[in-house]
């Protein structure tokens, strides 16, 4: 069996069950793999009532992430997600299965387009940028489902791989409040500051603006584009 990136944790107090998400989302891909996913599905069967999911991912396997969000969305009681620190990528799409998710007012969360690896001639490549295709589609369901977004906007937030501080994912929908200091959160009211988001997209446009000047559309000599990569560097 694969190594194991989750952890069961009971409160005997009260019997209340809670999921530590820590970590890569498995070191290895679910794709084809049996064994490990109805590990899981055990562990979460293992009792009933209400559990608490707490993620800190920077993601990892899709396929691993797809499987547990369709257990989490099949599961019997309410299913409260705790975003640590960081839930991005694959990790994202599994924090989209709380029936209330709530983030740490220090915490992130990111999406972006699905990537892989893959070796052959064009038509390899070609195959795997469709399956790559399909991969976005099957988790912008995900993110529409929690958030009402459009579908053209969110296939936008993914292209530009969009970080979200908690603020703005709770203005955006992925997710429901903001944690407080005794435990308790903060709903989305009117009136409050806007959160911050993040574009890699927008970052790199933004240099090559400056690069490139739009207002004159001319190339820049040689010797001014090293000044200025020289005071980008430091």
Known sequence: MKRKFWNWVRNEADGERTLVLNGEISDETWYG??????????ELDAGTGDITVW????????????????????????????????????????????????????GMMMIHNPMTIA?????EMQRAGEMLDEVKESIMNAYEIKTGMSRARISHLMDAES??????????????GVLRGDGTEDKARGGEPEGVMFSRMAVTNSLLSKLVPKETGKKVPVEQLEKRLQLLSH
């Open 163 to 176: 970080w979200f501080n908690a603020r703005k994912a709770v203005e955006l929908g992925f997710a429901d």
């Open 55 to 106: 993620i800190n991912s920077p993601g990892g396997d899709v396929f691993a992430a797809a499987r547990i969000y369709n257990m989490l969305m099949e599961y019997k009681g309410d299913v409260r997600v705790k975003v640590d620190a960081l839930a991005a990528s694959a990790a994202s799409v599994i924090a989209m299965a709380g029936t209330e998710v709530l983030m740490s007012p220090v």
């Open 33 to 42: 793999d049996e064994v490990t996913p109805e590990l899981f599905q055990k």
């Open 119 to 123: 070796i052959g001639d064009s038509k």
